[in-house]
């Protein structure tokens, strides 16, 4: 398994500013993800941070909008720029130790983001 | 594309009962399943998966699922519910066919009431 810790826990933004989360692992890891969970619903995934490569983004997402960077093996964030009440959700990272061979994801307790 | 479907948004269940929580799959070639749950203002934790093998996987907190091929179905069940036990429940399986990123179902509220 692995220890995921998040920054913030939760932050209140005004529109139009930007905001980065940080995801630390307690161990190295190369497949790190970044999801978003809107209010009571499922986790979408936003995007794979593999540490050696530029960020793979899923349809709807862009890197302008969510740029991801992965400095090393333990460490990713996630800037959430130009905010608007519609980026309101749970930003959650997650790590597969096991470089996805059958693997199991483990997550991190989630930033709390509400932009006003 | 591989997908999950979790046909309850919501479960109540009194404590001590049996509980269930359903998921049903839909995956080309060998389904690889998981459950997570998630707590009030918490991250998921990973409560058990299925890869192959024994149909019956046990996992965290005393829960457990049953794979059915036949039914292509997923449920989770704990013999006695507790009410620490109320949580959002998702199911999930990975998809091969975009590169074994894992999909999430859209979630079950699991209420045990005391």
């Known amino acids: 398994s692995a220890v995921i810790s998040q920054k913030p826990s939760r932050d209140i933004c005004q529109r139009g500013t930007s905001l980065t989360i940080q995801c630390q692992v307690d161990?190295?890891?190369?497949?790190m993800f970044w999801y978003r969970q809107q209010p009571g619903q499922s986790l979408t995934l936003i995007a794979t941070?593999?540490?050696?490569?530029?960020?793979?983004?899923e349809s709807g997402f862009v890197i302008d909008k969510f740029p991801i960077s992965r400095p090393n093996l333990t460490f990713s964030t996630l800037t959430v720029s130009n905010m608007s009440p519609e980026d309101s959700s749970i930003y959650l990272c997650?790590?597969?130790?096991?470089?996805?061979?059958?693997?199991?994801?483990?997550f991190g307790p989630g930033t709390r983001l509400l932009v006003l | 594309a591989q997908s999950v479907a979790q046909p309850e948004d919501q479960v109540n269940v009194a404590e001590g009962n049996p509980l269930t929580v359903k998921c049903t799959y839909s995956?080309?070639?060998?389904?690889?399943l998981f459950w997570y749950v998630q707590y009030p203002n918490r991250g998921l934790q990973f409560l058990l998966k299925?890869?192959?093998?024994?149909?019956l996987v046990k996992g965290s907190y005393g829960f457990e699922a049953e794979f059915n091929k036949s039914q292509t179905s997923f449920h989770l069940k704990k013999p006695s519910a507790l009410v620490s036990d109320s949580a959002l429940y998702f199911c999930?399986?990975?998809?091969?066919?975009?590169?074994?990123?894992?999909?999430f179902g859209k979630g079950t509220r699991l209420h045990i009431l005391p």
């Open positions: 997650s790590v597969d130790p096991s470089s996805g061979s059958y693997g199991t994801q483990y």
């Open positions: 161990s190295q890891v190369t497949m």
């Open positions: 941070a593999n540490q050696g490569s530029e960020a793979t983004y």
């Open positions: 995956v080309s070639g060998n389904p690889y």
């Open positions: 299925y890869i192959t093998g024994d149909n």
């Open positions: 999930a399986v990975r998809d091969s066919n975009r590169d074994d990123k894992i999909i």
